[in-house]
């Protein structure tokens, strides 16, 4: 068994013959059990690289592996069987008329028995803490929860990748914290790999490692540590790194060096505390 | 607001009649239907009549709501009743009204006819105030099941009404948002003749219509995404099963229809 999961061969993809290149020979791996952030303002070609992983667009050039299956239109089902997606508006990806058809049809779809069906639909409800609202309508659930209920959707199929596509971004912070919480349950209780695609660098944190996208290209592949500590090359194309990031930035300015490059509230205020001790 | 919004007019209760697989409900109601027009004098009518208002009483869903629910036909019923009163010449002639006379065959036809519209209506409205919508979609895929040897497109029929049923209420606050922004602009929707009412629906059915395409767009990606290829191989969630309060429903409705049969001149 190899260890990569996914694999773009200089792939190029253009949506009609006479518009610009969305990927220019774009290459890169992403091994299993990795959680791998893509980052990149808008435009950047990230949510067509999404669409390029589990066949819902095909490229133009080059070739893509998943799982070592090579994505054509004769193996897209097989391949949509080991990645599940979450896409970006609530609203647009609820098919059931309640939680619970929701979240059956893909099992539908996969042709799964009934009483397997009820408890998969069960199981992945418990993983997103959604079980009580089983039988409500979509428009009695707030963002977050419809989003919950398609990662559990998605959960429930079982796939080996879960790519969560700008999932955040249409949902007010108390939303998207509910979501990043909900992602970081699902990824320790199951053996998954995530690919969380962003703009929001807030996102990035817990992620193992970062793509950056700029102009249909790789611009660099980085950890997320590594990534915040050069604040001005991501200025330059159009990112903004979170406070925390910022904060550790300006305290080197000063001579304040903090190392490692912290992560989060808590390893900056531990760092802050070593300092203030060993002065 | 969100969570009054109900579709059609289904009042949730555990009735027998609720229970009841919808297949049967709708089955029955079509027969009904046609077996009204069958009804010819007074005891068959008022042997329609007593099945009419006691599963009406079985459904334990407040009269009164009912017959709220059959307000707007009340108009149709009367107007059907007095049509024939002053159309029908048989029998003889009983009294005049304004120099018209009215004959005895007339008031037995219209009254005959108002109350076939009356039965009518009272049964397919007890089929919608005690079945989901869900539930009569999944009836008419089940129903409709055989019509896929022609290939009749029974699945699709039956995914497009659910995802219009899921649907409905996400439009329906859109459309609330959008005709507050546009308020919030100065159009406005509540004054002013009406060719200017009618004008100014229009910006707020162009961005409806927009959003809607846009929304179709995106759910078929998710659907794909989610391995939908059609009905084939699939299997299905909702599950209708007729079991013996099925059965001796449809046991009392053979009774009711041979009855009729009986009682008819």
Redesign the interface.
């Known amino acids: 068994m190899s260890t990569s999961q996914i694999e773009f061969h200089r792939v190029s993809f253009r949506y009609s013959d006479d518009q610009p290149w969305v990927l220019d020979d774009v290459s890169f791996t992403i091994n299993k059990d990795e959680w791998v952030a893509i980052i990149g303002h808008n435009g950047s070609g990230k949510s067509t690289m999404a669409k390029l992983m589990n066949g819902l667009l095909m490229p133009d050039k080059g070739d893509i592996i998943v799982d070592g299956i090579k994505v054509t239109q004769k193996s897209i089902w097989e391949v949509r069987q080991k990645v599940g997606m979450v896409f970006q508006n609530p609203d647009n990806q609820f098919v059931g008329t309640t939680v619970r058809d929701d979240v059956a049809f893909g099992l539908e779809n996969r042709g799964i028995k009934r009483e397997q069906m009820l408890r998969r639909i069960e199981e992945s409800l418990k993983a997103v803490r959604m079980s009580d609202y089983l039988l409500h309508e979509p428009h009695r659930l707030s963002g977050g929860q419809k989003q919950r209920v398609a990662i559990a959707g998605v959960l429930a199929i079982a796939p080996d990748v879960m790519i969560l596509d700008e999932a955040t971004s249409m949902l007010d912070p108390k939303g998207r914290k509910e979501i990043l919480h909900t992602i970081n349950e699902v990824k320790q209780l199951n053996k998954l790999n995530l690919i969380t695609i962003t703009h929001d660098l807030n996102e990035i944190i817990a992620t193992d490692r970062v793509i950056v996208m700029n102009r249909g290209q790789v611009w660099l592949e980085t950890t997320p540590r590594e990534l915040f500590s050069d604040e001005q090359k991501l200025l330059e194309i159009g990112l903004d790194v979170p406070f925390v990031a910022k904060l550790a930035n300006q305290l080197k300015d000063l001579a304040i060096e903090i190392k490692p490059q912290p992560l989060n509230q808590k390893e900056l205020l531990d760092a802050l505390w070593t300092l203030y001790f060993n002065k | 607001m ?2 009054k ?1 109900i579709i059609g007019q289904y009042v949730p209760s555990n009735s027998v009649i609720h229970r009841l697989d919808p297949r049967v409900k709708l089955v029955t109601v079509f027969l009904f239907v046609i077996f009204v027009f069958f009804a010819n004098n007074t005891l068959s009518y008022g042997w329609l009549s007593v099945f009419a208002i006691t599963s009406a009483l079985l459904t334990k869903i407040n009269l009164k709501y009912i017959i709220r629910g059959l307000t707007p036909i009340w108009f149709l019923v009367i107007f059907t009743f007095l049509l024939h009163l002053f159309v029908t010449h048989e029998g003889q002639i009983l009294f005049q009204i304004f120099g018209l006379p009215i004959y005895s065959g007339a008031l037995i036809q219209g009254g005959a006819i108002s109350l076939r519209f009356f039965l009518l209506i009272l049964m397919t409205s007890l089929m919608t105030l005690t079945t989901t919508p ?1 539930e009569i979609t999944d009836a008419i895929e089940l129903l409709l099941h055989p019509l896929k040897k022609i290939k009749f497109p029974v699945h699709e029929l039956a995914l497009m009404m ?2 219009s ?2 649907f409905i ?2 439009l329906m ?1 859109e459309t609330e948002k959008i005709s507050k922004a546009q308020a919030s602009r100065g159009v406005d929707f509540k004054t002013g003749p009406l060719k200017e009412r009618i004008q100014a629906v229009v910006p707020l059915l162009i961005p409806l219509f927009v959003g809607a395409f ?2 179709a767009e ?2 078929a ?9 059609g009905g084939e ?7 209708l099963s007729i079991r013996r309060l099925d059965w001796s429903a449809m046991l009392v409705f053979l009774v009711v229809i041979i009855g009729l049969f009986l009682f008819r001149q």
Not at chain 2, 221 to 229: K, L, S, T
Not at chain 2, 233 to 239: Q, W
């Open positions: 969100s969570s919004i869900i659910s995802i049923l899921r209420p996400t606050q846009k929304r995106e759910l990606m998710a659907m794909e995404a989610r391995g939908y290829q191989g699939r299997t299905k969630l909702r599950e």
